[in-house]
């Protein structure tokens, strides 16, 4: 069973920045395509930013975040960031990383097997 616990989030105003950490509890983590989605009060899980298995992996994002948000891997300490820069109030709500061993990666939910618990991010005005 993979564990993935996410940290990083917290209050912060517009314009500013936030970077979110997902640890897996297994070894190497560069085995999963990893995702990150997130979901505001009321509404639908999104997708955020997925990136794919392997060390030169290609990225993808949602069209709301790309050229703000940056995903990346720290495999050193086994870990999928997601930089998040020029936030807006509309970025508020929790984010959650899952991952999925040799997966394809993309946007859809049930690409992944594995979900972290979430953490929240809330942007003011």
């Known amino acids: 069973q993979v564990q993935l616990v996410e940290s990083g989030g917290g209050l912060v105003q517009a314009g500013g920045s936030l970077r979110l950490s997902c640890a897996a509890s297994?070894?190497?983590?560069?085995?999963?395509?990893v995702g990150w989605f997130r979901q505001a009060p009321g509404k639908e899980h999104e997708f955020v930013a997925s990136i794919l298995w392997g060390h030169g992996s290609s990225t993808y994002y949602a069209d709301s975040v790309k050229a703000r948000f940056t995903i990346s891997r720290d495999n050193a300490k086994n870990t999928v960031l997601l930089q998040m820069n020029s936030l807006k109030p509309e970025d508020t709500a929790v984010y959650y990383c899952?991952?999925?061993?040799w997966g394809a990666g993309g946007s859809n939910r049930g690409s992944y097997e594995y979900w972290g618990q979430g953490t929240q991010v809330t942007v003011s005005s």
């Open positions: 297994v070894r190497p983590f560069s085995r999963y395509t």
């Open positions: 899952a991952a999925d061993l």
